[in-house]
């Protein structure tokens, strides 16, 4: 059980396009779904929380008119990060936090690798 | 300022080893800990989570934790080469938020 889904798992654009990422939990409903993103040999860094139905809580430094989040569903999380330049190339992870969850534990999806050429 | 501080390594031990691998956190007010493992170019993924002081047992690993310490240890018995991963502690931080450590690098040799 617990597993999240990313789609696409890789994706090359080209600068000033908009790229869009879904994040899916398959077998449990998330009210709070996480992004991270992650550049080489360096540490997660969170970028911003989101919970159903309501705006998304950006981490300091994180443009919110860049990387823009909807929690549409319980299932579902998606971030659009918009017109994308070379330094928004990056490894992009989103987690769940189950409903109802006694604890806080975050299950990963397998993560976007983004690339603008 | 909430922070979790882990050794960054590597680590280096032999197959068949033990593998202990520490963290401290500086929240006194947080609740639970995890330990995610990380492959190179993978997301993390849990291996476990504890949230009472004392040892916590699931398979070859142990969680730890100490809480008047402020310190989590995750020991890997029987290290085997495919436990060669970057292991990410991470401490709960309130609004269902975790605040994770930069990782330990652990290699495993044959």
């Known amino acids: 059980g617990a597993v999240v889904s990313q789609h696409p798992s890789w994706v090359i654009c080209k600068s000033g396009t908009s790229v869009k990422i879904e994040c899916r939990s398959l077998?449990?409903?998330?009210?709070?779904m996480f992004w991270y993103r992650q550049f080489p040999k360096q540490s997660l860094m969170l970028m911003a929380t989101s919970n159903e139905g309501s705006k998304a809580t950006y981490e300091q430094g994180v443009e919110k008119d860049k990387f823009l989040i909807n929690h549409a569903s319980l299932t579902l999380s998606t971030l659009t990060v918009t017109s994308a330049h070379p330094e928004d190339s990056s490894f992009y992870i989103c987690?769940?936090?189950?409903?109802?969850?006694?604890?806080?534990?975050?299950?990963f999806g397998p993560g976007t690798r983004l690339t603008v050429l | 300022q909430k922070e979790v501080e882990q050794n960054s390594g590597p680590l280096s031990v032999p197959e068949g080893a033990i593998a202990s691998l520490n963290c401290t956190y500086s929240?006194?007010?947080?609740?639970?800990f995890f330990w995610y493992r990380q492959y190179s170019g993978k997301s993390p993924e849990l291996i476990m989570f504890?949230?009472?002081?004392g040892d916590k047992e699931d398979g070859r690993f142990t969680a730890q934790l100490n809480k008047a310490s402020q310190y989590v240890s995750l020991l890997i018995r029987d290290s085997q080469p495919s436990d060669s991963a970057t292991y990410l502690c991470a401490a709960n931080s309130g609004y269902s938020t975790l605040t994770f450590g930069k990782g330990t690098m652990l290699l495993v040799s044959p």
């Open positions: 929240d006194r007010g947080s609740q639970s």
């Open positions: 987690s769940a936090r189950e409903a109802g969850g006694l604890t806080d534990t975050q299950y």
């Open positions: 504890i949230y009472s002081n």
């Open positions: 077998d449990f409903q998330a009210t709070t």
